[in-house]
T-cell receptor
Framework: AQSVTQLDSQVPVFEEAPVELRCNYSSSVSVYLFWYVQYPNQGLQLLLKYLSGSTLVKGINGFEAEFNKSQTSFHLRKPSVHISDTAEYFCAVSEAGGSYIPTFGRGTSLIVHP | NAGVTQTPKFQVLKTGQSMTLQCAQDMNHEYMSWYRQDPGMGLRLIHYSVGAGITDQGEVPNGYNVSRSTTEDFPLRLLSAAPSQTSVYFC?????????????FGPGTRLTVL
């Protein structure tokens, strides 16, 4: 069965600094990987997803993530964050041919300080 | 398209009261699901449905009932509210055809049980 671990519950960072939010998954089959963002008092929206092909995936708002099969990771990065990036970020995994519902990590709270 | 809509946005209940959280989507998605979000716990799956007339339990189903009489609607019923059900509830939907399809989330219902 699939599982997802987000290694940091909270990541504080200063504005314009780079950031990496870590996500590791566990699965014995091919996977699809997602990052969702939840701004304060809102629902979740898709940031980016990895289906196949290039391991570097670009998403909205300047975020990108790299799929590393050998390390079973899908870390999210942004070279320069803004105050408006303050939000909760969720990593999720679906197994090819597996459950109808993806498995979500517990979330990482990104706090951007001025 | 309105996407996924949820009503009400906020609700306060007394212990023992019942209520129904409404969820509707206009994207003709087969799969719908309910999550609750609590601090430090991420998103936990309550119930899900893979089509009209078909529902199944998720990780934390106790105290909740669902039904799916139409493709569009997926209400969540609290039969006898308890303080432990104080949470933010999210409804989500996605199309069938593959686990690579992302989920679309509603804006959430913030429920307080006194």
């Amino acid at each position: 069965a699939q599982s997802v671990t987000q290694l940091d519950s909270q990541v504080p960072v200063f504005e314009e600094a780079p950031v990496e939010l870590r996500c590791n998954y566990s699965s014995s089959v091919s996977v699809y990987l997602f990052w969702y963002v939840q701004y304060p008092n809102q629902g979740l929206q898709l940031l980016l997803k990895y289906l196949s092909g290039s391991t570097l995936v670009k998403g909205i708002n300047g975020f990108e993530a790299e799929f590393n099969k050998s390390q079973t990771s899908f870390h999210l990065r942004k070279p320069s964050v803004h105050i408006s990036d303050t939000a909760e970020y969720f990593c999720a995994v679906s197994e090819a041919g597996g459950s109808y519902i993806p498995t979500f990590g517990r979330g990482t709270s990104l706090i951007v300080h001025p | 398209n309105a996407g996924v809509t949820q009503t009400p946005k906020f609700q306060v209940l007394k212990t023992g009261q019942s209520m129904t959280l409404q969820c509707a989507q206009d994207m003709n998605h087969e799969y719908m699901s309910w999550y609750r979000q609590d601090p430090g716990m991420g998103l936990r799956l309550i119930h899900y449905s893979v089509g009209a007339g078909i529902t199944d339990q998720g990780e934390v189903p106790n105290g909740y009932n669902v039904s799916r009489s139409t493709t569009e609607d997926f209400p969540l019923r609290l039969l006898s509210a308890a303080p432990s059900q104080t949470s933010v509830y999210f409804c989500a939907s996605r199309s069938s055809g593959g686990q690579y399809n992302e989920q679309f989330f509603g804006p959430g219902t913030r429920l307080t049980v006194l």
